[in-house]
């Protein structure tokens, strides 16, 4: 008996043909209908006649029991014959997947009002837009886990109800331990936080609004805090999302993707990467971003049009949104990126804008008859990047080149405004991480991860910035993952300052202990 | 030049957002219906999850948030990661039920009542199995079977989950179950509701002659 009932889960209902047409055709009406069951879900698939004008027939598929909206399949603007064909073809389908089809209409009760679907051009013949390819691919989408069990059918709701207005709140924290010794001088250590908040706040699936902070200490003991991103974004479509407000650079992959210190594999920002550095932090203004999938294979997209860098105040490039644009011209700058399978990425990044000079009155010059007016120069940027991983490995490669052109301005330890030659930036990195949990079971190794970074940073044009960035670096580091977004870590980085003075050290080894936790 | 670059691009960004705001409204009611019902596609959300949460930071468990606190969070990362928002509902979709059959009644069964509910099953063709399996099991329990990601178990222990009986096994497949302290379901079906009970069995059969292929390397030895 029992063994009886669980085979009848697959209710069988006799599979019978299309037959008759019904008659008196009110507009909309199903002419001919099918409903198919499988355990307790019932779907049906209906040919509709006379709906619209310039349509002869629609094929209508129904899955109400799974909480689906209605979907017109195919359309035709001929023929009904077509429509009736297709209808069969997807019962057979459905048949073929355990479900037993016969002539019927869903009870009034069971259907869901909303008679929604696609507008669209009635293309003669062709699968309706908006139609679900996969959903014909598998005959019967794998839509719910089967919905005869109270907990499948609840995932559905619960991603479709609930409340309008959600918000989550997450971010990251993390504690620091320095400790530098170049040679002859005495070793100088320090210890720095971090917190950073993160507050969402999502309406409908229409809009999310981001928020992250950053409160710091630094090595001074002193407490510093800044929007790292105030952002909302639009969900135009699919594949397109707006994006305002002050948000991360698309430039790269560092900024935008890996600088969370529990994201992160080694304790600092690569040479040239971070502070003083040549990747663009964040954008004030608008993006549009987004993705297409065809398959695996994944194109990704971002385009910001935004306020742009301005002048350092040692005379550099400062690419992070302040308040205020130093210029009327909007700097554009974006990413594409192509993975051909989930775990490759290669990417390719650009910006063009320009920065400002500016007169600092503070400085005045002595002789105001030889004084420059500020002028303004080009800045471009171009940049590649790839990423590969799978598995164990997590292997990342940057490179970031920026070109300013010669600026009238003043700066720190000008004598008024001064002209600054050329600037040529270049910054890259290659990192490769392995986590031993692909070749152990240990509980304590399984947790490891080696990583080993190489980076460079060079500086042409503006000594007092070449002495005190330009680098060679490498960083050699173990991450013990306490969770997957709880991490200890010690790095040991051998640094190498290609345009000290003479006299100043020229290199340093750099021991670093971090634990950082993502929540 | 920059400057009409600059002027051209934002232009362009607004225009074309003013277009598709526009047609966002003109097919309210699939937008806004959209946000109360979707077809969601929940064996592609598995395997997105892992293909694609996984790249940038390493995969968080689903038993890390609630329902809605990864509603909002997938919603984060489609902005962050430009991933299609189809894919982003599925994968939603996803550790949505993930999270909440923990609560359900969703314990896997270990014993049977006597007698054999699946006797009737023809005995299953490994090769038609290995088909399935590529198809539906393999986003979570990985070409290998040795388990795709975290949270997945290794079926391809010897003497391991597979020295279950086959009745047992299949009816924790047909059901789906999660056991006490597992972060993630073995969700009905592998999430396919397409699979018969007969295509279970095929894929049982594959899973045994892999792990039959194993001992036999091992004797080999």
């Known amino acids: 008996m029992d063994r009886q009932r669980r085979f009848l889960r697959l209710r069988c209902l006799l599979l019978t043909s299309v037959g008759g047409i019904a008659a008196g055709a009110t507009p909309s009406a199903a002419e001919v209908s099918q409903v198919c069951s499988a355990w307790n879900v019932t779907r049906s698939i209906e040919v509709l006649t006379a709906s619209d004008e310039g349509v002869a027939c629609q094929v209508r598929y129904r899955k109400p029991d799974e909480g689906a909206l209605d979907q017109i399949l195919w359309r035709s603007s001929n023929s009904v014959a077509f429509c009736d064909q297709k209808a069969q073809e997807l019962a057979s389908r459905l048949t073929a997947a355990g479900f037993r089809c016969r002539e019927g209409n869903l009870t009034e009760t069971a259907q869901r009002s909303s008679d929604l679907v696609s507008t669209g051009g009635a293309d003669d013949e062709t699968p309706a837009e908006g139609f679900d390819q996969r959903d014909a691919d598998s ?260 490179y970031l080149s920026v070109t300013r052109d010669a600026i009238a301005t003043s700066f720190a330890g000008s004598n008024g405004v001064e002209i600054l030659p050329d600037l040529k930036l270049e910054a890259w990195y290659a990192q490769v991480a392995y986590s031993l949990s692909d070749i152990t079971s240990h509980p304590v190794l399984q947790k490891v991860e080696p990583v080993v970074r190489y980076g460079e940073y060079k500086v042409n044009g503006l000594d007092e910035l070449a002495e005190e960035a330009a680098e060679k670096r490498v960083d050699v580091g173990v991450n013990y993952w306490l969770a997957p977004s709880i991490v200890a870590r010690g790095v040991v980085g051998w640094r190498d300052f290609t345009a000290r003075p003479a006299g100043e050290p020229s290199s340093e080894t750099r021991y670093m202990l971090q634990f950082a936790y993502g929540f | ?93 996803f550790l949505m039920y993930s999270v909440q059959s923990k609560t359900a009644d969703a314990a896997p069964i270990e014993k049977t009542a006597a007698g054999d509910a699946y006797a009737h099953l023809k005995p299953g063709d490994a090769e038609r199995g290995r088909e399935l399996y590529s198809q539906t099991c393999v986003a979570c329990h990985g070409a290998n079977g040795e388990g795709a990601f975290e949270g997945v178990p290794n079926l391809m222990i010897v003497s391991g989950l597979l020295s279950k009986p086959d009745e047992i096994l299949l009816a924790n497949m047909i059901n789906g179950f999660q056991s006490a302290g597992s972060p993630m379901a073995m969700p009905p079906r592998g999430g396919n509701p397409d699979l018969t009970d007969q295509d279970l069995a095929h894929v049982l059969a594959f899973l045994r002659t892999q792990i039959e292929e194993k001992t036999g390397d091992r004797r080999q030895k």
């Open chain 1, 139 to 398: 005959g019967a989408s794998a839509l719910l886990a089967e919905s005869s069990r109270p907990s499948g059918r609840r995932v559905y709701q619960r991603l479709s109800g609930g409340s309008d207005t959600k918000s989550h709140f997450a971010g990251y924290a993390d504690a620091t331990f320095a400790a530098a010794d170049s040679g002859d001088e005495a070793t100088t250590s320090f210890f720095t936080a971090t917190f950073n908040p993160l507050f969402l706040f999502q309406y409908k699936d229409i809009v999310l609004l981001e928020a992250e902070a950053e409160i710091s200490v630094d090595d001074d003991g002193e407490t510093e805090f800044a929007i790292e991103y105030a952002q909302v974004d639009l969900f135009l479509h699919d594949n397109l999302t707006l994006v305002l407000g002050r948000f991360l650079s698309p430039v790269g992959l560092f900024q935008e993707r890996l600088h969370p210190s529990w994201i992160n594999r080694l304790a600092d920002a690569p040479p040239g990467f971070g502070h003083d550095g040549v990747q663009p932090a964040s954008e004030l203004g608008v993006m549009a971003r987004g993705g297409v999938s065809f398959g695996r294979t994944l194109i990704t997209y971002a385009l910001a049009v935004g306020n742009g860098p301005t002048v350092a105040h040692e005379g550099g490039v400062v690419f992070e949104a302040g308040g205020a644009d130093d210029n009327s011209n909007k700097a554009v700058s974006g990413r594409l990126g192509f993975l051909p399978v989930p775990y490759l990425e290669v990417g390719g990044s650009f910006l063009v804008g320009d920065v400002s000079g500016v007169d600092d009155e503070m400085e005045a010059s002595p002789d105001p008859m030889a004084a420059l007016a500020p002028s303004s120069a080009n800045v471009s940027l171009w940049g590649a990047d790839a990423s590969y991983t799978r598995g164990p490995w997590d292997v990342r490669a940057e």
């Open chain 2, 1 to 93: 030049m920059i400057k009409m670059f600059g002027i051209l691009a934002g232009g362009a960004l607004l225009a074309s957002t003013v277009a598709i705001a526009q047609s966002a409204v003109q097919s309210a009611p699939d937008s806004s219906a959209s946000a109360l019902g979707k077809d969601v596609d929940l064996t592609r959300g598995a395997k997105a999850w892992a293909d694609h949460c996984g790249r940038c930071h390493n995969l968080r468990s689903p038993s890390e948030l609630g329902e809605n606190a990864w509603d909002v969070s997938v919603t984060h990362m489609r902005t962050r990661a430009s991933l299609p928002g189809d894919l982003a509902d599925d994968i939603k979709a």
